[in-house]
């Protein structure tokens, strides 16, 4: 007669295993230039080094670094799959991949519609543990794509901030320096600057401020 133990480790499928390692989410919000593609880049490497396999996702729409590589502001790199959404990622690294997988770790996950739903299946069902880095808001301080939904699926949320360009304090906002309106305008410290509450409400409300700003920061940049 079956014991009870063996029932309970039969799975949908008919086969016996160990019970799967209980999923986790952890999630890295924040500025541009804040850190949050270095801290998911440290965590996946410590992952990685501890023999636990890993994977790396980025959304297509980002190519400022490089196609096939989450690359940090400081230029730390790790491979990772480039894809347009997260529900092709078992397809692409095939189910037998997938399955082997403990960790995956997401970049610039606000471009990511389907981010609720895969992480959701992916920590709950399973058991990945899930890393991810994305903005929290957007160049209007308006949350950004789903990364905010994520956070009650989350085991652990860090918000970093940014050192801000006008006066080196604690910068909490992403400012765009160009008159561009679209949500998703990809780019680097030529479009966006971080900035800390008073200097992006300087920013947004004192138009005329945006010569003087550009002024002030080639003078520091100088010096
Ligand atoms: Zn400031």
Redesign the pocket.
């Known amino acids: 007669m079956a014991s009870s133990a063996a029932l309970n480790s039969k799975d949908l499928s008919g086969s016996y295993h160990q019970p799967r390692a209980s999923g986790e989410i952890h999630v890295f919000i924040g500025p541009m230039f804040a850190g949050k593609t270095t801290s998911l880049l440290r965590r996946i490497k410590s992952e990685s080094n501890n023999g636990r396999k890993v994977a790396m996702i980025k959304s297509s729409k980002d190519t400022r670094y490089a196609i096939n590589s989450v690359v940090s502001h400081d230029g730390v790199r790790f491979p990772c799959w480039a894809l347009p959404d997260l529900a092709s990622f078992r397809q692409k690294i095939g189910e037998d991949a997938y399955e082997k997988l403990d960790v995956i770790g997401i970049d610039e996950a606000q471009f990511f519609e389907d981010l609720y739903d895969f992480c959701c299946k992916a920590a709950d069902i399973d058991g990945k543990t899930i890393i991810l880095a994305g903005l929290d808001g957007d160049y209007l301080r308006k949350s950004f794509g789903s990364v905010l939904d994520i956070i009650p699926l989350a085991d652990t949320v860090t918000k970093l901030t940014a050192r ?1 360009e ?4 604690k ?1 909490f906002f992403t400012f765009r320096k160009t008159a561009a309106t679209e949500t998703e305008l990809i780019g680097g410290a030529g479009v966006y600057m971080p ?2 509450r ?2 992006y409400i300087n920013g947004v409300t004192v138009t005329v401020a945006e010569s003087t700003k550009v002024h002030h920061l080639g003078l520091r940049q100088q010096l």
């Open positions: 801000c006008m006066c080196g304090k910068a900035l800390c008073q200097h």
